[in-house]
Antibody
């Protein structure tokens, strides 16, 4: 069974940082591209970042470029998102997502981890 | 930049057909997919590559994509179909995944 389990969310002050992690199991993690998608309260889904299977290709939405860094460890079946210089509008549930076709669609989603940016 | 537009809300009576549309410039030249997100749950892929249903998705969910519009059709709508629905496509010019703003489906 495919499982994606996020962790690392929490309450952080504006300008602060967090490191989100996603533990993957039940599939060959190293051959899939992975993505982060977020949903802010009262808003829709927003793609944040994507990383290819070997980390050769990395992409970011304009809204997070320069502040967020995605990485993966295929030996440990894990995906990470370092989020920095956080702003109030980064408040959202962040989902770890498997990419079925590189690019897309996203066939498996984690349960999400909530990041709240507030003073 | 490439954008996808959805109506904020659609209402349907139980047993009737719901149509949710997604519009974008030359969207028919791309693959569109659709996600269902019920309150408090993670999104679920219900249609990919315009018309394909993942395993486990009921046959009442179908999709089409032509011109500038992709459509998700739910036949014989049930109360359990009440959710937010998001379309998605990949913008090859930026390598970004783009989501529509979402449509809240209400089953009255």
């Amino acid at each position: 069974e495919v499982q994606l389990v996020e962790s690392g969310g929490g309450l952080v002050k504006p300008g602060g940082s967090l490191r989100l992690s996603c533990a993957a199991s039940g599939f060959s993690f190293s051959i899939y591209s992975m993505n982060w998608v977020r949903r802010a309260p009262g808003k829709g889904l927003e793609w944040v970042s994507g990383i290819s299977s070997s980390s050769a290709y990395i992409f970011y939405a304009d809204s997070v470029k320069g502040r967020f860094t995605v990485s993966r460890d295929n030996a440990r079946n894990s995906l990470h998102l370092q989020i920095s210089t956080l702003r109030a509008d980064d408040t959202a549930t962040y989902y770890c997502v498997r990419d079925l076709g590189s690019p897309g669609p996203f066939d498996y989603w984690g349960q999400g981890t909530l990041v709240t940016v507030s003073s | 930049s490439f954008e996808l537009t959805q109506a904020p809300s659609v209402s349907v009576s139980p047993g009737q057909t719901a149509s949710i549309t997604c519009s974008g410039d030359k969207l028919g030249d791309k693959y569109a997919c659709w996600y269902q997100q019920r309150p408090g749950q993670s999104p679920v892929l219900v249609i990919y590559q315009n018309t394909k249903r993942p395993s486990g998705i009921p046959e009442r969910f179908s999709g089409s994509n032509s011109g500038n519009t992709a459509t998700l059709t739910i036949s014989g709508t049930q109360a359990t179909d009440e959710a937010d629905y998001f379309c998605q496509a990949w913008d090859s010019s930026t390598a970004w995944q783009v989501f529509g703003g979402g449509t809240k489906l209400t089953v009255l």
